[in-house]
Structure formats: structure tokens, C-alpha cells
């Protein structure tokens, strides 16, 4: 059963943007927080930006000002907008959702930034 489902990744220049979408099943996402991880090649995962059911949003210190996070509860949906990209921000990124509902994870989307 699949409860994730991302999109939106690609191959973009430096300074140029991506968005991300993750769909999930309406079980979880309306009592489960959403958040993106990315994992770089050789490096471990780590968390792009979070944001609960009441739309507080947290942010990796690298990502502020330049990546923001949302939720369009009526869609079962989870944005990332990325802007500015940096080749180091070249990543497999990950949707997660955890909470009351458990925690999942997607499959993973490419995002590659080329300087």
C-alpha cells in the first residue's frame, strides 16, 4: 500500500528553482506532520523543512529563505518550492509524514543542479 507519492524533481541550473509535490493517502495527512529529507551521495539524510497540521513550518538553517514548504489540505498534498538552487543541493529528496498515523516514507525524487 502505497502512501507517498512525490514528483516534481529534475535537472535545473544553478539559481534556477524546482518544485516538489508529494500526494499522500487522506488517513495520514490529516493528522500527520510532512516534512522533506534529502540525502546527498556519500552524505546521511537530513531534513529539509517540516510542517504540522497547523501549518508550523521548521527549516534546515541552509534551506531559509530559499526553499518553503506547504500544504494544501484539500489536495492531500505537500509542496516543496526550491529556489536558488545550488549545485549542493544536488539530492535524492524524500517526502516523510509521522505522526498518530505513523511514519512513512516515499520513494524518493532526483533533484540535480548543475552549475
Known amino acids: 500500500q502505497v502512501h507517498l507519492v512525490e514528483s516534481g524533481g529534475g535537472l535545473v541550473q544553478a539559481g534556477g528553482s524546482l518544485r516538489l509535490s508529494c500526494a499522500a493517502s487522506?488517513?495520514?495527512?490529516?493528522?500527520?506532520?510532512m516534512g522533506w529529507y534529502r540525502q546527498a551521495p556519500g552524505k546521511q539524510r537530513e531534513l529539509v523543512a517540516r510542517i504540522t497540521t497547523r501549518c508550523r513550518t521548521n527549516y534546515a538553517d541552509s534551506m531559509k529563505g530559499r526553499f518553503t514548504i506547504s500544504r494544501d489540505n484539500a489536495k492531500n498534498t505537500v509542496y516543496l518550492q526550491m529556489n536558488s538552487l545550488k549545485p549542493e543541493d544536488t539530492a535524492v529528496y524524500y517526502c516523510?509524514?509521522?505522526?498518530?498515523?505513523?511514519?512513512?516514507w516515499g520513494q524518493g525524487t532526483q533533484g540535480t543542479v548543475s552549475s
Open positions: 487522506s488517513a495520514i495527512f490529516s493528522i500527520n506532520a
Open positions: 516523510h509524514s509521522e505522526g498518530r498515523a505513523g511514519s512513512y
